[in-house]
């Protein structure tokens, strides 16, 4: 893995490249060409926010909470992962990313006890306007075959003061993970296909990990 902290002060965010390793980006690959086949719902089927009565979005996705069971997750690479969180590393990372927020982000990271997980699955034209999703913490896993056929489909990040022009942009690159504050306002540049005779799946996958903290499931423990 390669750790890479932005510190910038306003909208501070860990980016990890190579996160998978060999081994597990193999499993998650087969997991992922048979939910692409078989699974993936459009927006009209498994809606992505909605704002003012429209869709926010415009992509393939599937929660995994209709794919497995909680026992049955832990046969999921892609769940199993998620154990890669608590990596020293990456820990280590978050905590210089966020050692110049007026927020104590990093304690917030540290005590999460629970997430949820979204596939979705990005061809031409399809995208994300800018919105912010109803947990502590989003994590972003892309992946996408080569050579890459699509432009665009990078991740913005938004203020509150300027909604229309990305205040930055973190690049799309393959088996990059980006962790963010869930209430950072985010979106997904509109995708443009290359070449429209691939019949491949040659999209962009966005594994995302929505990381939260339940005091209810600490009691629990």
Partial sequence: MIIQPAKDKLLPHLVVDD??????????????????????????????????????????????????????????????????????????????AFSESPYDLYRYFSITNYSDTLISYYEDKHYYKPHIDSCHFTILIWLYKTPKNFIGGNLNLYTKQNKREPYSSIEIKNNRMVIIPSFYLHGVDELKVIDDSRKDKWGRYAITHFLGYDEKRRQNQ
């Fill in 19 to 96: 996160f998978y390793d060999k081994y597990l980006l193999e499993g998650v690959w087969k997991e992922l060409d048979f939910y692409s086949h078989t699974q993936m719902q459009s927006v009209h089927e498994n809606t992505t926010a909605i704002i003012d009565g429209k869709f926010v979005g415009d992509k393939m996705a599937i929660p995994m909470i209709d794919v497995y069971t909680q026992s049955g997750a832990t046969r999921s690479l892609i769940f199993k992962a998620t154990d890669l969180f608590k990596h020293e590393d990456i820990h280590n990372g978050l905590k210089e």
